[in-house]
């Protein structure tokens, strides 16, 4: 997203973890990188607090993992919650200035698996579920605050995120990034109060709101509990 922005003429902050892939990034035209550790409480707010004026926002950081939920941690359940529901939070929260005297945008990058019940993923599938009404909700209370807020939530990925050995059977069904990424600019620009990209995700998606979730569900947990036998 980053990269498709910077080339029509966007002037890019990412953010990241990792400084070797933010001087990837950097290394692009109008591209700036800010090394940032979501996992600190103290390093968003001093983001937030040091960001120069912004024309929107993007809220793309995101961990998943694929197991039992009885084999887990709760260390690990934490993490991912901090990640990608409260980093955003706050996140939303401390800018929320920023973006307001600039008529701003955000952008919540959610999931598929937020609309529906993914065994396996139970966590992850949770935290987005959060993000997609905590976006919707914060849509109707900023419209009157002149920042636009739109939920984006594309199914699975070919990312580095999901290039663990639990999610290998199931690549073959995941979308290509650059394609992901061009459909999440296009809801940037137009900003609608939720948008689910590829025909199949919209079906899912359909689906969700006709049949029970308890049927989706156990059609979820059959699909992943063979991918993690296999």
Same mark, same amino acid.
């Given at each position: 997203?980053?990269?498709?922005?910077?080339?029509?003429?966007?002037?890019?902050?990412?953010?990241? =973890? =990792?400084?070797?892939?933010?001087?990837?990034?950097?290394?692009?035209?109008?591209?700036?990188?800010? &090394?940032?550790?979501?996992?600190?409480?103290?390093?968003?707010?001093?983001?937030?607090?040091?960001?120069?004026?912004?024309?929107?926002?993007?809220?793309?950081?995101?961990?998943?993992?694929?197991?039992?939920?009885?084999?887990?941690?709760?260390?690990?359940?934490?993490?991912?919650?901090?990640?990608?529901? *409260?980093?955003?939070? &706050?996140?939303?929260?401390?800018?929320? %200035?920023?973006?307001?005297?600039? &008529?701003?945008?955000?952008?919540?990058?959610?999931?598929?698996?937020?609309?529906?019940?993914?065994?396996?993923?139970?966590?992850?599938?949770?935290?987005?579920?959060?993000?997609?009404?905590?976006?919707?909700?914060?849509?109707?209370?900023?419209?009157?605050?002149?920042? &636009?807020?739109?939920?984006?939530?594309?199914?699975? *990925?070919?990312?580095?995120?999901?290039?663990?050995?639990?999610?290998?059977?199931?690549?073959?069904?995941?979308?290509?990034?650059?394609?992901?990424?061009?459909?999440?600019?296009?809801?940037?620009?137009?900003?609608?109060?939720?948008?689910? %990209?590829?025909?199949?995700?919209?079906?899912?998606?359909?689906?969700?709101?006709?049949? %029970?979730?308890?049927?989706?569900?156990?059609?979820?947990?059959? *699909?992943?509990?063979?991918?993690?036998?296999?």
């Amino acid at each position: 997203m980053a990269l498709q922005l910077a080339t029509r003429g966007e002037r890019i902050l990412a953010s990241g =973890r =990792r400084a070797e892939r933010l001087a990837e990034l950097e290394a692009e035209v109008r591209i700036d990188g800010l &090394q940032l550790d979501l996992g600190s409480e103290a390093d968003i707010a001093s983001a937030c607090e040091n960001m120069p004026p912004l024309s929107g926002v993007i809220l793309n950081a995101g961990v998943t993992f694929s197991e039992r939920f009885l084999s887990g941690d709760f260390e690990i359940d934490a993490a991912l919650i901090q990640t990608n529901v *409260i980093a955003n939070v &706050q996140l939303i929260r401390g800018l929320l %200035p920023n973006l307001k005297q600039n &008529q701003g945008r955000i952008l919540i990058i959610a999931s598929l698996g937020g609309l529906t019940p993914v065994p396996y993923q139970s966590v992850y599938a949770g935290s987005k579920a959060f993000m997609i009404n905590f976006g919707l909700s914060l849509r109707e209370e900023l419209k009157h605050e002149n920042v &636009q807020v739109s939920v984006f939530a594309p199914g699975g *990925i070919k990312t580095e995120m999901t290039n663990i050995p639990s999610m290998k059977a199931l690549e073959r069904n995941f979308a290509p990034v650059a394609e992901v990424a061009a459909d999440a600019v296009k809801t940037y620009d137009k900003m609608p109060a939720l948008y689910v %990209p590829g025909r199949q995700n919209k079906l899912i998606a359909g689906l969700s709101k006709i049949v %029970p979730r308890s049927f989706l569900a156990k059609q979820a947990e059959r *699909i992943y509990r063979k991918a993690l036998d296999s």
